[in-house]
T-cell receptor
């Protein structure tokens, strides 16, 4: 089955700096890669996603890049703000309607 | 759009009792919903896939007789933890897939279960 590795497990950045989280996956058939933000005591919230036919996607301060050959994808947050502090999860799935395999999560702390 | 609710948000029960958790898609139809379990400071662990009108598909190691799932309508799935024990205490989260051919999973706010 699919295996998703996520690094780093914790990330501390100064407000205004950029944060980068990287994930690798094992199943070459995976073609959908979402990123979720989870705040304490809440459910995950979809913040951005990318499909295998696209190499990069951007939404304001958040961007995701995908390298299918190397089987890795990354989340980039620019101009970080204290409200970006949360746990971020990457995930992968094979097709529409399929289950997601999650990475282990990255705890991001943005210091004011 | 794409709002998923869960009820209750938290529940405390005695060992041996059963607890039902509801997951609703409020503004879209969801033929497929998923149930996850999350331990403190850990990732989400998929328990089962719930399909409207059919039996749920459970992940390896998840007891189907202990975690009963019913997906009776396009907007509601329920998870019943039967004969709960302290080790069942956890954060249970559902997600709903928007559309029959949808990719995006939208998550509920989670239910904190504590079994005394």
């Amino acid at each position: 089955g699919e295996n998703v590795e996520q690094h780093p497990s914790t990330l501390s950045v100064q407000e205004g700096d950029s944060a980068v989280i990287k994930c690798t996956y094992s199943d070459s058939a995976s073609n959908y890669f979402p990123w979720y933000k989870q705040e304490l005591g809440k459910g995950p919230q979809l913040i951005i996603d990318i499909r295998s036919n696209v190499g990069e996607k951007k939404d304001q301060r958040i961007a995701v890049t995908l390298n299918k050959t190397a089987k890795h994808f990354s989340l980039h947050i620019t101009e970080t703000q204290p409200e970006d502090s949360a746990v971020y999860f990457c995930a992968a799935s094979r097709a529409a309607g399929n289950k997601l395999t999650f990475g282990g999560g990255t705890r991001v702390l943005v210091k004011p | 759009g794409a709002v998923v609710s869960q009820h209750p948000s938290w529940v405390i029960c005695k060992s041996g009792t059963s607890v039902k958790i509801e997951c609703r898609s409020l503004d879209f139809q969801a033929t497929t919903m998923f149930w996850y379990r999350q331990f403190p400071k850990q990732s989400l662990m998929l328990m089962a896939t719930s399909n409207e009108g059919s039996k749920a598909t459970y992940e390896q190691g998840v007891e189907k007789d202990k975690f009963l799932i019913n997906h009776a309508s396009l907007t509601l799935s329920t998870l019943t933890v039967t004969s709960a024990h302290p080790e069942d205490s956890s954060f249970y989260i559902c997600s709903a897939l928007r559309g029959r051919a949808g990719y995006e999973q939208f998550f509920g706010p989670g239910t904190r279960l504590t079994v005394l």
